[in-house]
Nanobody, 114 residues
């Protein structure tokens, strides 16, 4: 059974930084795609960044220039977040797509104070 566990969320002042981590456990392929999503209070979940097999990385407009997605292996994903602002307040979720099967973590809360 594949499980994803996010960590690294917390309370930070505007302009600060946080690094989120996501660790997958269970049987997954080496060539999987991993994503970060977030869901702000009262809003729909939105895509933030992705790291797909082959080393391609993409970012939503809101994350471009401030966030950096990286991974050390097929099971570990990071999101370095800089220049945070209150609009970044959300629960951040890790998603793994392994041959068309999607797995989600339970999320980690990021709160940015003004």
């Amino acid at each position: 059974q594949v499980q994803l566990v996010e960590s690294g969320g917390g309370l930070v002042q505007a302009g600060g930084s946080l690094t989120l981590s996501c660790v997958a456990s269970g049987s997954i392929s080496e060539n999987n795609d991993m994503y970060w999503y977030r869901q702000a209070p009262g809003k729909e979940r939105e895509w933030v960044a992705r790291s797909i097999s082959g080393g391609v990385q993409n970012y939503a407009a809101s994350a471009t220039g401030r966030f950096t997605i990286s991974r050390t292996n097929a099971k570990t994903l990071y999101l370095q977040m800089n220049s945070l602002n209150p609009e970044d307040t959300a629960v951040y979720y890790c998603n793994l797509n392994d041959n068309g099967v999607n797995y989600w973590g339970k999320g980690t809360l990021v709160t940015v104070s003004a």
